[in-house]
Structure formats: structure tokens, C-alpha cells
């Protein structure tokens, strides 16, 4: 049964019982005042849904009748994919075999699908090497900054701090933190309000992520790049929870170096392979910690000696994970024709119209959102502080709403604006009041 089939229902069995105590006919039930808001609120998210010019993108996905709020954490499998990994498999490593790293473009996949991704983060084409995690990625964007700034223990700059948001993903600061030990600086975590107190003269790189994967909150990527510039350091900039979901502006803003991951907002599946950016003007003396043959300038030379690949090439390390690789350009397609500005605004209606809803719907005092209003320091996610919400989201998942919970408190709902549409967001969030 339908819900509205069960609410109809409802309705009528009270009828019955009206007619039953002798109240005079006709009457037309009352509706509470919480049911008007329902009905109000489902027939706003009729009207975005179809005046929603992204609508008709969710069709290339795999969904179901759950409300998949959790691409933020794994993007959806876009319907292009299975088709793609089994030609990959079957013909071009089944029957092509060797001849695949040429004939089917495999040796030159990472730049290639890097081009890909190029536009929706706001680059020109020569810049971006998919391939690796994102940890690893951190890794040689950061040790790499810092060797461009001339700094650490083998500089000359007399630069020797790395500065790094303390609410960073964990993996983040971690690898920052030893990315500091190599290079003999130190690393000073400081919170993202107060980077531009701690930026000075030893600041040599400053890696901060574009928007915080716990709160949602999107911070300022043109102001603390040109502060982080002015400082003369370098910026770092993560861009897992942005690309994708959000114009970034990579040249616009001279940002430095960016990684990014690509199982989020770009749908590439369970460990796709993440990216680097390294800025057409640093290419030439980007010194890579982790030069592999890959990164030689004749990888098939096999010379004992290391000569850089010129341009953003020489951020390759080793034989590219060509299967997950080109599962993930397979998944880029649905990009075609898709405008990052549009995206965009799409998210931070859906965003709005949910915590509209959450307004609406759940009592008062319940949750509280630790994602900011603003729309300029929002990403595509919110994030509910609540009580219990390990048990919360347990229960939303199993009524057909899938989120996340995050340590300690707080309950995570990413917004895919190439599948989420408004009637998801408000079932999502008379669910969670139903729940509370
Ligand atoms: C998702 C995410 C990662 C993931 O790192 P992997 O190495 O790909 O597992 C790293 N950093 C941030 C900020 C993230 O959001």
C-alpha cells in the first residue's frame, strides 16, 4: 500500500466514526495543521521537481525507491558503467590483451580522463592526472608544495611550517603530518577561520579542503588562496566534497595544487581513482616525492636515471588501475551537457527546501543544523546535530532513507543533484520527523 493510499484511508475510518456517534453528514474531516503542512510541502516538491531542468539526468543512474542522500560518501552507479567494465574486461583485456595499452588508450588513460574531470573543477586541459587514492595524492601535492616554495630542511626560503585545517578528514592530516616529518617541517593544525592569523613568512604550503566533509560548510577558496599567495606559500586544496557538486574555479583562483577524490560527487564507483592539479605554471619544477617509471619522460627507456615527464605527467607514479579507471570515465559521461552553474544552483535549492522541511516537520529542538546557512559557505550536504543518531540513521535506513552518521552526534545527508530530486528531500525529512 502507497502511503497516500494509507493516509486515505485513515481519513475514512474516521469518517466512519464520525457517522457512527451521529455527527451530521458532509462534514468535511479537519485536517491538522501538521497534515496541511504535508500536503503543502509535497506540492512545492511537485512544482520544483518539474520545473527541475536536471530532472531527466537521474534516468542515466541504477536507483530504487530509497532516498539515496549518501553520495557525498559513494556516488550512485551511472547505467553507462556495467556495460563499459565488461567490454573492458572481456574484449580489450580478454581478446586484446597486451595490445590494449595502446590500441584501446590505456597508457594515456590518466591524462585523458583527467581533461575529463578538467572543466568541472574550472581547469584548462594539461593539468590534472587521475590515478591513486587521495591520500596518496595529499602526499605529493603537499611535499611537492613545499618544494616549490623552497622550504623544509633542503630549501633555501627559510619557510618551514605547513599549515593544515584541524577539522580536516582524518587522512589528511595525517599524511600532512608526515609529509612535515620528510621534509623537515612542522605542521601547525589551525582552524580554518584562523588561517589567516597563523599564515607568515616560514608558512612554505597550506592544505584546506574546500568544504569540511563533516559539516558541510564550503569555505572561501578565492580569499585564502590569495592570502595564502600573498603570504608568498603555496595553496592545497581538497576538493572531495566539492567537485562535482560546485564550481571551483581552479585557474580562475591560481590555486597551487588540488587532489580530489572521484567515488563522491563523480559517481566513479568504490575506490575510483582519485586526481591530482598541478598548475600549468609549477609543471616544469613540481618535484614529485614519488617518482615512479610512469612519471619518466621515457617511461620505456628503463634508464637507471629519472628524467620528469614534462607537464602535469610526471604526477603519475606507477601502472595506472585501468579497470576502475575507465569504470570512472564511463561514469563521466553522464557530464555531458551538464553545466556546473546549474548543478549548483540545484543543490543549494535542494539543501534549502530540506531544511525547510526538517523545519516543517521534526519538533522543535530535536536536531540542529551544524551546516551553515549562508549560501555561500554551504556545500551540497547538511548536517543535523541529534541525539542518538547512530540509532536515528539506523532507523532512517531501514524506513528507505539512506544518510550517514558521523561521529559523535551528527547525521549527514549529501544532496547529488544529478539524482536527488525535491520529492526525495521531503520524504527524507517527514521521515526523520516521524522518526524524532
Ligand atoms: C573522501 C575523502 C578522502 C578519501 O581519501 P581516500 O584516500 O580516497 O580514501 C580524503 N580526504 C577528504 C577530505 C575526503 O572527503
Redesign the pocket.
Known sequence: MSESEVRASEVGASEVRASEVGVPELRVPELRESEVRVSELRVKAEKLDSADELAQLRAQFVLDDTVYLDGNSLGALPRSVPGRVEDVVRRQWGSLRIRSWDESGWWTAPERIGDRIAPLVGAAAGQIVVGD????N?FKAVVGAVRLAGGGREGASGRDEILVDAT??P??GYIAASAARLTGCTLRPVAPGEVLEALGERTAAVLL?HVD?RTGRLHDLPSLTAAIHQAGALAVW?L??SAGALPVGLDEHGVDLAVG?TY?YLNGGPGSP?YLYVRQDHQSRFDSPLPGWNSHADPFGMTPDFTPAPGALRGRVGTPDILSMLALEAALEVWDDVSITAVRAKSLALTDFFLECVEAYVPQGAVESVTPSAHAERGSQVALRCDGAGEVMRRLIEHGVIGDFREPDVLRFGFTPLYVGFGDVERAARVLGEIL
Open positions: 587514492s587521495t591520500s596518496v595529499v580536516t578528514f587522512t589528511d579542503n566533509y581538497d572531495c566534497h577524490c563522491k582519485a
